[in-house]
């Protein structure tokens, strides 16, 4: 079978009443004092608790970063250290679920 474009799989995914999932790129912190981005799969609101996907953890962040809502705003910069990138992690404890604007993704995503 042939490959569907994007437009078509949307078209048909409303014909049949699907909605089509947006990704959404977080910064996440814990209650132990965790810094983590990745696509957020799972949030569960009520429990704190979320699923990443391609996470990252953030070690360190020089003072011109803005803290962590710089890092969900503009992202790390050169100074910063990132751990590698993992598959999926599981989060509890979250204190704060920020979505990532395009330039923090890129950022991140380097």
């Given amino acids: ?3 569907i474009s994007t437009v078509e799989q949307a078209v048909l ?3 049949k009443g ?3 999932m947006k990704k959404n790129y977080v910064v996440v912190t814990t209650d132990k004092k965790g810094v983590f981005f990745g696509e957020l799969v799972e949030h569960d609101k ?3 608790t979320c699923i990443l ?3 990252k953890m953030c070690i360190y ?3 011109d970063v803005g803290g962590v809502i710089g890092l969900a705003n503009t992202g790390p ?3 910063s250290i990132i751990t590698p990138k993992c598959p999926e992690i599981y989060l509890n404890g979250l204190t704060a679920v920020m979505k990532c ?3 923090a993704k890129e950022n991140w995503t380097k």
Avoid: V
Wanted: hydrophobic letters at 30%; aromatic letters at 4%.
């Fill in 18 to 20: 699907e909605k089509m």
């Fill in 61 to 63: 962040w020089p003072k």
């Fill in 1 to 3: 079978m042939d490959e």
């Fill in 13 to 15: 995914m409303k014909i």
């Fill in 101 to 103: 604007t395009n330039q």
């Fill in 77 to 79: 910069i050169s100074d």
């Fill in 46 to 48: 009520k429990n704190e």
């Fill in 53 to 55: 996907k391609n996470a």
